[in-house]
T-cell receptor, first 111, second 112 residues
Framework: GENVEQHPSTLSVQEGDSAVIKCTYSDSASNYFPWYKQELGKRPQLIIDIRSNVGEKKDQRIAVTLNKTAKHFSLHITETQPEDSAVYFC??????????FGKGTLLTVNP | DADVTQTPRNRITKTGKRIMLECSQT?????MYWYRQDPGLGLRLIYY???????NKGEISDGYSVSRQAQAKFSLSLESAIPNQTALYFC???????????FGSGTRLTVV
Protein backbone atom coordinates (compact mmCIF):
# COMPACT_ATOMS: atom_id res chain seq x y z
CA GLY A 1 0.00 0.00 0.00
CA GLU A 2 0.86 3.66 -0.06
CA ASN A 3 3.47 5.02 2.36
CA VAL A 4 3.83 8.75 3.00
CA GLU A 5 6.90 10.16 4.74
CA GLN A 6 6.79 13.72 6.12
CA HIS A 7 9.65 15.95 7.27
CA PRO A 8 10.47 17.67 9.50
CA SER A 9 8.46 16.47 12.47
CA THR A 10 8.86 19.86 14.16
CA LEU A 11 9.62 23.25 12.68
CA SER A 12 10.12 26.54 14.47
CA VAL A 13 10.29 29.84 12.57
CA GLN A 14 10.19 33.53 13.35
CA GLU A 15 7.13 35.49 12.39
CA GLY A 16 7.46 36.73 8.84
CA ASP A 17 9.81 33.95 7.75
CA SER A 18 8.86 31.18 5.33
CA ALA A 19 8.18 27.58 6.28
CA VAL A 20 8.55 24.50 4.08
CA ILE A 21 7.27 21.02 4.85
CA LYS A 22 8.18 18.11 2.58
CA CYS A 23 6.51 14.77 1.88
CA THR A 24 7.41 11.77 -0.21
CA TYR A 25 5.09 9.00 -1.34
CA SER A 26 5.69 5.47 -2.55
CA ASP A 27 2.85 4.60 -4.94
CA SER A 28 3.41 6.10 -8.37
CA ALA A 29 -0.33 5.71 -9.08
CA SER A 30 -1.21 8.32 -6.43
CA ASN A 31 -2.55 11.47 -8.04
CA TYR A 32 -4.20 13.50 -5.30
CA PHE A 33 -2.18 15.30 -2.60
CA PRO A 34 -3.99 17.35 0.07
CA TRP A 35 -2.63 19.22 3.05
CA TYR A 36 -4.52 19.49 6.35
CA LYS A 37 -4.01 21.90 9.23
CA GLN A 38 -4.89 20.86 12.76
CA GLU A 39 -4.94 23.54 15.44
CA LEU A 40 -4.59 22.46 19.04
CA GLY A 41 -7.68 20.58 20.21
CA LYS A 42 -9.43 20.88 16.87
CA ARG A 43 -10.18 18.72 13.87
CA PRO A 44 -7.93 18.59 10.79
CA GLN A 45 -9.07 20.93 8.07
CA LEU A 46 -8.16 20.93 4.41
CA ILE A 47 -6.09 23.98 3.49
CA ILE A 48 -4.90 23.21 -0.03
CA ASP A 49 -4.64 20.28 -2.41
CA ILE A 50 -3.05 19.46 -5.72
CA ARG A 51 -3.64 16.89 -8.40
CA SER A 52 -1.00 15.23 -10.51
CA ASN A 53 -1.78 17.15 -13.66
CA VAL A 54 -0.59 20.34 -11.95
CA GLY A 55 2.94 21.16 -10.76
CA GLU A 56 2.15 24.03 -8.42
CA LYS A 57 -0.85 25.63 -6.80
CA LYS A 58 -1.09 28.82 -4.74
CA ASP A 59 -3.65 30.26 -2.39
CA GLN A 60 -2.57 33.56 -0.88
CA ARG A 61 0.37 32.79 1.45
CA ILE A 62 0.19 29.03 0.91
CA ALA A 63 1.55 27.07 -2.02
CA VAL A 64 2.04 23.41 -2.81
CA THR A 65 4.50 21.99 -5.34
CA LEU A 66 4.52 18.50 -6.78
CA ASN A 67 7.34 16.56 -8.43
CA LYS A 68 5.83 13.35 -9.78
CA THR A 69 9.11 12.02 -11.11
CA ALA A 70 10.71 12.20 -7.68
CA LYS A 71 7.45 11.36 -5.91
CA HIS A 72 7.55 14.27 -3.54
CA PHE A 73 5.44 17.31 -2.77
CA SER A 74 5.90 20.27 -0.49
CA LEU A 75 3.91 22.88 1.39
CA HIS A 76 5.25 26.43 1.40
CA ILE A 77 3.96 29.08 3.77
CA THR A 78 5.25 32.61 3.27
CA GLU A 79 5.15 35.54 5.68
CA THR A 80 4.25 33.24 8.57
CA GLN A 81 2.01 34.52 11.35
CA PRO A 82 1.42 33.20 14.88
CA GLU A 83 -1.96 31.83 13.78
CA ASP A 84 -0.15 29.53 11.36
CA SER A 85 1.08 27.58 14.39
CA ALA A 86 -0.48 24.12 14.15
CA VAL A 87 0.18 20.54 13.11
CA TYR A 88 0.22 20.08 9.35
CA PHE A 89 -0.45 16.74 7.67
CA CYS A 90 0.24 15.78 4.09
CA UNK A 91 -1.63 12.91 2.46
CA UNK A 92 -1.83 10.99 -0.79
CA UNK A 93 -4.43 8.91 -2.60
CA UNK A 94 -5.33 7.43 -5.95
CA UNK A 95 -8.16 9.61 -7.07
CA UNK A 96 -10.82 9.90 -4.40
CA UNK A 97 -9.88 6.59 -2.84
CA UNK A 98 -8.79 6.47 0.82
CA UNK A 99 -6.12 8.90 2.00
CA UNK A 100 -2.81 7.85 3.52
CA PHE A 101 -1.43 10.52 5.84
CA GLY A 102 2.06 11.52 6.84
CA LYS A 103 2.92 11.65 10.53
CA GLY A 104 2.56 15.39 10.79
CA THR A 105 4.72 18.47 11.33
CA LEU A 106 4.32 20.70 14.36
CA LEU A 107 4.90 24.25 13.13
CA THR A 108 5.57 26.93 15.72
CA VAL A 109 5.69 30.56 14.63
CA ASN A 110 7.44 32.70 17.21
CA PRO A 111 6.35 36.36 17.49
CA ASP B 1 -24.80 23.75 9.03
CA ALA B 2 -24.03 20.42 7.42
CA ASP B 3 -21.42 18.72 9.53
CA VAL B 4 -19.89 15.55 10.92
CA THR B 5 -20.80 14.84 14.55
CA GLN B 6 -19.02 12.41 16.83
CA THR B 7 -20.26 11.15 20.17
CA PRO B 8 -19.04 10.99 22.83
CA ARG B 9 -16.41 13.77 22.78
CA ASN B 10 -14.52 12.22 25.67
CA ARG B 11 -14.73 8.80 27.25
CA ILE B 12 -12.86 6.94 29.94
CA THR B 13 -13.41 3.20 30.04
CA LYS B 14 -11.91 0.20 31.74
CA THR B 15 -9.83 -2.55 30.19
CA GLY B 16 -12.01 -5.32 28.81
CA LYS B 17 -15.13 -3.21 28.37
CA ARG B 18 -16.96 -2.92 25.06
CA ILE B 19 -17.37 0.61 23.81
CA MET B 20 -18.97 2.18 20.77
CA LEU B 21 -18.04 5.48 19.16
CA GLU B 22 -20.65 7.02 16.93
CA CYS B 23 -20.45 9.25 13.88
CA SER B 24 -23.26 10.90 12.02
CA GLN B 25 -23.18 13.35 9.13
CA THR B 26 -25.52 15.73 7.44
CA UNK B 27 -23.28 16.44 4.46
CA UNK B 28 -24.91 13.80 2.26
CA UNK B 29 -21.55 12.17 1.63
CA UNK B 30 -21.46 8.50 0.68
CA UNK B 31 -18.00 7.67 2.02
CA MET B 32 -17.11 7.45 5.70
CA TYR B 33 -13.86 6.66 7.52
CA TRP B 34 -12.51 6.03 10.99
CA TYR B 35 -8.98 7.19 11.78
CA ARG B 36 -6.95 7.01 14.92
CA GLN B 37 -4.51 9.77 15.90
CA ASP B 38 -1.56 9.15 18.20
CA PRO B 39 1.22 11.67 18.92
CA GLY B 40 4.03 11.24 16.42
CA LEU B 41 2.14 8.62 14.41
CA GLY B 42 -0.24 10.82 12.46
CA LEU B 43 -3.65 9.62 11.33
CA ARG B 44 -3.99 5.90 10.71
CA LEU B 45 -6.96 4.34 8.96
CA ILE B 46 -8.99 1.80 10.95
CA TYR B 47 -12.00 1.10 8.67
CA TYR B 48 -13.73 2.74 5.76
CA UNK B 49 -17.03 2.42 3.95
CA UNK B 50 -17.94 3.66 0.49
CA UNK B 51 -21.65 2.92 0.87
CA UNK B 52 -24.03 1.18 3.25
CA UNK B 53 -23.19 -2.31 1.99
CA UNK B 54 -19.45 -1.72 1.69
CA UNK B 55 -17.08 -2.14 4.66
CA ASN B 56 -13.30 -2.34 4.33
CA LYS B 57 -10.44 -2.81 6.75
CA GLY B 58 -7.77 -0.17 7.01
CA GLU B 59 -4.18 -0.54 8.15
CA ILE B 60 -4.93 -1.04 11.86
CA SER B 61 -8.31 -2.83 12.09
CA ASP B 62 -7.36 -5.49 14.67
CA GLY B 63 -9.39 -5.07 17.86
CA TYR B 64 -11.99 -2.89 16.15
CA SER B 65 -15.25 -3.46 14.30
CA VAL B 66 -17.64 -1.11 12.51
CA SER B 67 -21.26 -0.83 11.49
CA ARG B 68 -22.71 1.36 8.74
CA GLN B 69 -26.30 1.70 9.92
CA ALA B 70 -27.31 4.17 7.24
CA GLN B 71 -25.67 6.43 4.72
CA ALA B 72 -25.34 9.05 7.44
CA LYS B 73 -24.15 6.84 10.34
CA PHE B 74 -20.94 4.91 10.86
CA SER B 75 -20.07 3.44 14.27
CA LEU B 76 -16.77 2.12 15.57
CA SER B 77 -16.69 -0.54 18.29
CA LEU B 78 -13.91 -1.74 20.52
CA GLU B 79 -14.97 -5.24 21.50
CA SER B 80 -12.67 -5.52 24.51
CA ALA B 81 -10.81 -2.28 25.13
CA ILE B 82 -7.13 -2.34 26.02
CA PRO B 83 -4.89 0.52 27.21
CA ASN B 84 -2.99 0.85 23.91
CA GLN B 85 -6.27 1.81 22.27
CA THR B 86 -6.10 5.06 24.19
CA ALA B 87 -6.08 7.67 21.43
CA LEU B 88 -7.97 10.42 19.65
CA TYR B 89 -10.43 8.96 17.14
CA PHE B 90 -11.68 10.86 14.12
CA CYS B 91 -14.53 10.10 11.79
CA UNK B 92 -14.30 11.61 8.32
CA UNK B 93 -16.52 11.78 5.29
CA UNK B 94 -16.02 12.38 1.60
CA UNK B 95 -18.04 12.40 -1.56
CA UNK B 96 -17.31 10.20 -4.54
CA UNK B 97 -17.22 13.30 -6.69
CA UNK B 98 -15.10 15.44 -4.39
CA UNK B 99 -11.75 14.39 -3.06
CA UNK B 100 -11.45 16.30 0.23
CA UNK B 101 -12.31 14.89 3.64
CA UNK B 102 -14.48 16.55 6.26
CA PHE B 103 -13.48 15.49 9.75
CA GLY B 104 -15.62 15.25 12.86
CA SER B 105 -14.53 16.93 16.08
CA GLY B 106 -12.98 13.75 17.41
CA THR B 107 -13.49 11.42 20.37
CA ARG B 108 -10.78 11.28 22.99
CA LEU B 109 -10.80 7.75 24.41
CA THR B 110 -8.86 6.68 27.48
CA VAL B 111 -8.67 3.02 28.46
CA VAL B 112 -7.55 2.45 32.05
Amino acid sequence: GENVEQHPSTLSVQEGDSAVIKCTYSDSASNYFPWYKQELGKRPQLIIDIRSNVGEKKDQRIAVTLNKTAKHFSLHITETQPEDSAVYFCAASIGNYKLTFGKGTLLTVNP
Amino acid sequence: DADVTQTPRNRITKTGKRIMLECSQTKGHDRMYWYRQDPGLGLRLIYYSFDVKDINKGEISDGYSVSRQAQAKFSLSLESAIPNQTALYFCATSDSGNYGYTFGSGTRLTVV
